[in-house]
């Protein structure tokens, strides 16, 4: 505040050597030291909740970019920014660089830093690693000098970018200055946003914003950004970057929002400061007359411009509201938070009373941590696991906890029982990154965990626990899984699927069952599915009516009104419905028909007896093609699959499961009833947009259909047809339905069992053997055929 901003008034009081009062001189120094003092305050703010403002920051410590891109930083260091300006310039772009997937085939970066003239620091293609670039940035010198921003810019229309792909990739100028240029900008900065380069101006020090609007792209909001918040300006740069697709960098779970913000700009305004004695000579007399003068001051304050910015917010830990009966969630970080819980509930994770397993079991986290996995997935799986240690591991509990994380291989992080501590096992918890990288070979983790996941002890019967691997994922995996989950479950080994909704099909491939799944909605839903997993792990109950004996068959339409894909889902539904029986030959048989241009057994009732022998020959079962009929394959079914003689039990419940398209079902009536007729109950599983009048007459008069309109949805029905069959298994039994007597023997009902009548040249209790007296002769060893009933 020197003499030449001063009034006249000022200037008048000075010569007349007035003494100024002593509290004026104090306000005076206090005012020229604020003008000199850096701002106590942000120069951009937004204008958002301190809960807010903490996801912005979380986001930014979250992104990634990998894509074919050139950025090239153009760094002020002229005098007017000063030292440390440049060097908060120099953090801000080292913090870039930390989310930048920096290599010569995807992000390369370079940079320029000018005041009177412009120094190439190092080009575009100087550095193929993150480290080396941000050691180079970290070592750059300041210059000082005069700030000429626009013979920086010219230099760029003449060199173009060093190092740079000539256009072939989108380019990125990234300009950090204090917007106080000595010459002009607005000319080469149109010709630059002319050639296509995205333009962000990064304000530092005290910017001059109508500078930074004219060096910036357009939106003006999206691309103008404050150096001194390294990670709120991180944040701003990488959601312009993925609004434009230049850059592809957070997962769904994020979101780009506008917030309101504030801008603010250091400037010196004339200010009123009180009056003070002086003298004053009046014209044409030789008088000095005393008055009361004006003074004024020149001050430097702050004014705030209103603005919109974009930044990137991701879930937080109390998104999903994890404090339970009143508590409340504070967030601690990425992924931590802690609860402050009533009275009642203060000595409970989460406010929730303990959920201790009581089941004597080993349970293995499978994590996916792979290239189709999110960092913010990674985080809310990790803190999964610790909220259900928390919640399930107790002093009294017999469970015990590992983790491993698997992309292409299977990183074995917390042995099962390596930590029975509940606070050591969340802090080894703390310590497993985020891979990020590499393949989804989910099925080559599920063999390496059954292989090893488990430790080398051999354990056997009564003295091993209970095993269950918990897969958690939500990426696909990029190899075959039914397989390796084959392999797991054959070493008695539960598998529990937690995923989204995009993967439920394969975790009901991998567990055998839509009961060994849980899906979520959304991620603030994880959470609750700690209860349903902490039941699941201990329950030994199996779905389905494995203590009651049944024959059961199903019969697949393979005819090209399906196609071969809808006839896989078909296969895929047969076998997750067979995993819910126990299949042995005294309790579960299960045979397979399928049907199109000619009908076929894949496999009668006694052919194969363990559950891993029907899952392959399910697999295996032909598509046919051709014209299929309903009825025809029903009348396979009554002469050659539900007979004695191919394995069907006297006394024993009997069902067939018909999955059809639909196609060929107006011949199916008569003989769906004539297998009813002869004690088989018959289920019509219908697919198609239509409910046909044929199938409506096949499913009879009781409740024996369940339609659905496509395909894909046979998975969500599996309920409806197990609580049938469970429902048809218990129906009484007649003993003579179909009948055992072979060789057109009666059977007869008697005394709550039966015993067939032979005709004449046959013998044995269901006259199996024919003999040489018979009307019959010639035919001893022949095969027996199928009898009536009485």
């Known amino acids: ?395 009294d509990s017999r469970a015990r906890v590992g983790v491993a994380r698997y992309a292409a291989e299977l990183a074995l992080a917390v042995p099962v029982g390596e930590y029975q501590d509940v606070p050591d096992l969340v802090r080894s918890l703390d310590a497993v990154p985020f891979g990020g990288g590499g393949a989804t070979l989910t099925g080559s983790a599920l063999r390496q965990a059954a292989e090893r996941g488990f430790g080398s002890a051999a354990r056997t019967g009564q003295d091993r626990p209970r095993r269950a691997v918990v897969l958690m994922t939500e990426a696909r995996s990029q190899d075959e899984v039914a397989g390796p989950a084959r392999f797991a479950r054959a070493r008695e080994l539960l598998l529990l699927g937690v995923g989204s909704e995009a993967v439920r099909a394969e975790l009901e491939e991998i567990t055998g069952s839509p009961e060994r799944v849980m899906v979520y909605p959304g991620p603030q839903d994880l959470f609750s599915q700690i209860p349903k997993l902490h039941g699941k792990l201990c329950s030994r109950q199996r779905p389905g009516c494995q203590a009651q004996s049944l024959d059961l068959v199903f019969m697949l339409d393979a005819s090209a009104s399906v196609g071969p894909e809808n006839f896989a889902q078909m296969q895929s539904f047969a076998r997750s419905c067979a995993l819910q029986f126990d299949v042995n030959p005294d309790v579960t048989q299960i045979g397979l028909v399928v049907y199109g241009g000619r009908v076929q057994t894949a496999f009668g009732l006694d052919t194969h007896l363990t559950h891993a022998a029907v899952l392959r020959a399910m697999s295996q079962a032909p598509y046919l093609g051709g014209v299929g009929s309903t009825g025809m394959a029903l009348l396979h079914i009554y002469d050659k699959v539900m007979v004695v003689h191919k394995g069907a039990r006297p006394g024993v419940p009997k069902a067939v499961v018909v999955v059809t398209g639909g196609s060929g079902a107006e011949d199916a009536a008569v003989p769906a009833q004539k297998l009813r007729d002869n004690g088989v109950s018959v289920l019509v599983v219908g697919v198609g947009p239509v409910l046909t009048e044929a199938l409506r007459r096949l499913a009879g008069p009781r409740d024996s259909l369940i339609h659905m309109a496509a395909y894909e949805d046979l998975r969500h029905h599996q309920d409806m047809l197990m609580e049938w069959i469970c429902r048809e298994a218990k129906r009484p039994v007649n003993l003579c339905r179909p009948s055992p007597c072979l060789n057109k023997g009666t059977c007869v009902l008697h005394d709550g069992s039966y015993r067939c009548e032979c005709r004449a040249g046959g013998e044995g209790p269901h006259c199996e053997r024919r003999t040489l007296r018979g009307d019959s002769p010639g035919i001893r060893g022949s095969s027996p055929e199928p009898a009536g009933d009485q």
């Open 1 to 395: 505040m020197g003499p030449r901003h001063q009034s006249a008034e000022s200037r008048g009081a000075d010569r007349s050597y007035v003494k100024m009062p002593s509290f004026l001189l104090l306000e005076v120094l206090c005012l020229f030291l604020f003008a000199g003092a850096p701002p106590s305050l942000p120069l951009q703010e937004v204008h958002v909740s301190q809960e807010t403002i903490g996801k912005i920051s979380a986001a930014s410590k979250m992104m990634w970019c990998s894509a074919a891109v050139d950025i090239l930083f153009l760094i002020d260091g002229s005098h007017s920014v000063g030292k440390g300006s440049f060097e908060r310039s120099k953090r801000f772009a080292i913090t870039v660089c930390e989310a930048l997937d920096i290599n010569l085939r995807k992000v390369r970066v370079g940079a320029v830093q000018f005041s009177s003239a412009p120094r190439l620091e190092f080009p575009l293609d100087a550095f193929s690693t993150q480290q080396e670039v941000k050691a180079k940035i970290k070592g750059m010198v300041f210059k000082g000098g005069r700030t000429e921003t626009g013979h920086a810019l010219k230099y760029l229309l003449r060199k173009g970018f060093p190092g740079g792909r000539n256009a072939s990739v989108p380019q990125v100028l990234v300009i950090v200055t204090d917007g106080r240029s000595q010459g002009h900008v607005a000319l080469p900065a149109k010709q630059l946003k002319q050639r296509g380069i995205a333009v962000f101006a990064v304000g530092v020090r005290f910017p001059r914003w109508e500078e930074l609007h004219t060096l910036a792209s357009e939106p003006w909001e999206q691309h103008i950004l404050m150096a001194e918040q390294v990670e709120d300006a991180a944040n701003g740069l990488f959601s312009t970057l993925s609004g434009s697709a230049i850059c592809t960098i957070t997962s769904p779970d994020c979101k780009v929002q506008p917030h309101p913000c504030r801008r603010k700009t250091l400037e010196t305004v004339k200010e009123l400061v009180g009056h003070a004695p002086c003298w004053r000579g009046s014209r044409g007399t030789d008088a000095v007359l005393a008055a009361l003068c004006p003074f004024s001051s020149w001050k430097r304050v702050f004014l705030t411009h209103p603005a919109t910015c974009h930044r990137t917010i991701c879930p937080g830990p109390c998104d999903s509201q994890p404090c339970q009966n009143g508590g409340t969630c504070v967030p601690e970080g990425l992924d931590r938070y802690h609860c402050l819980c009533p009275p009642a509930f203060g000595g409970e994770a989460d406010c929730a009373p303990k959920l201790s397993l009581e089941c004597r079991v080993d349970v293995l986290f499978l994590l996916a941590g792979s290239a189709g996995t999110t960092p913010e997935g990674f985080l809310r799986a990790k803190a999964f696991v610790k909220r259900f240690a928390q919640a399930a591991l107790g002093e």
